[in-house]
């Protein structure tokens, strides 16, 4: 017998400059929610003409990069680089250490490069692994359609309706899967029990919970906007979602699911460690190019140089 799970806490992800030019709704990492672990950040990200995130040091977390639309290019310190575009992601995990740059295409219509960044802790125990990457193209991840095709399912990592995604993309367990509903639509998602999940809303107006999508009375079931973060409950192992018949258009969220790590957190900017003294010497590594960082010394991306100061 599944049950579903509560409806947390709602709010909405507001706009702000990050990097070199670039506008982000941070969802977590903010003071509304930390400590939700396995999650450290995610960022929805906007990034146009002479933006971007040039060069710069990793530790302790794996990144996951969704791109909506345009293109990212990447390089780090190792020789490693690549191109992702519409609908593909990119699963770095930083280890012991990287230094990178990523950076955005100058699209011809001017138009600019949207996606999703996630920032996912590493188990103690992984915290100085070796660096990695896993480039996943859009044309690699399993559709699911569902309630008479109201209902697409893009499978990114996990499991949904008996499709599994590809495999060994993340040294921490998470699931995400990008949800479309068309109105009229419903989907119940089962997610592993006792993982921390939440859902990010990217278009339209989507339904939370388990009322009827035409009849939204009180209880649990919320009618959430675009931009905002749904943070379920622990207990409990499904999430309902569904757009009432008279909506105007679709809705589409991310819903992303992740098993806790039982251990303490201590991040400083772009290193995240479990105690001080390992974030001083990751900071006292980078600026000594050691322990991982050695080839960051006088290291300097290409596709950072497009940035005009």
């Not at 977590?28 to 929610?33: D, S």
């Not at 980078?286 to 050695?294: I, L």
Request: hydrophobic content about 35%; overall charge negative; aromatic content about 8%.
């Amino acid at each position: 017998m599944s049950t579903p799970r509560a409806i947390r806490q709602i709010f909405h992800a507001i706009e702000q400059a990050e990097g070199a030019g670039a506008r982000v709704r941070r969802s977590i990492g903010t003071p509304k929610l930390r400590n939700f672990s396995p999650f450290l950040m995610l960022d929805h990200f906007t990034i146009g003409k002479g933006a971007g995130f040039p060069d710069h040091p990793h530790r302790g977390q794996e990144t996951i990069t969704y791109l909506l639309s345009g293109g990212v290019d990447h390089e780090d310190f190792a020789g490693n680089r690549g191109t992702i575009g519409p609908g593909d992601l990119q699963f770095m995990t930083a280890g012991k250490g990287i230094m990178h740059a990523e950076m955005p295409h100058e699209n011809e219509d001017g138009s600019p490069n949207v996606g999703m960044q996630l920032w996912v802790d590493l188990p103690r125990e992984l915290k100085m692994c070796e660096p990695r990457y896993r480039d996943l193209r859009a044309t690699e991840i399993p559709v699911v359609k569902t309630d008479e095709d109201r209902v697409t399912i893009k499978v990114i990592s996990g499991q949904s309706h008996g499709v599994d995604s590809v495999r060994d993309l993340a040294y921490t367990p998470v699931w995400l899967l990008d949800v479309t509903i068309r109105p009229g639509g419903q989907v119940r998602q089962i997610l592993p029990r006792g993982w921390n999940a939440f859902a990010y809303t990217l278009s339209g107006r989507t339904v939370f919970g388990d009322g009827d999508a035409d009849r939204v009375e009180g209880g649990q079931t919320k009618i959430v906007e675009e931009f905002h973060n749904v943070v379920f409950a622990q207990e409990g192992d499904t999430v309902e979602a569904s757009v009432p018949a008279n909506e105007a258009q679709e809705s589409r969220f991310l819903l992303v699911a992740g098993q806790p790590l039982d251990q303490k957190v201590v991040q400083y900017g772009p290193f995240v460690l479990n105690s001080q003294e390992e974030v001083y010497q990751a900071m006292l590594d980078y600026q000594t190019a050691s322990n991982g960082f050695e080839k960051s010394r006088n290291w300097q991306s290409e596709i950072g140089k497009r940035m005009a100061f």
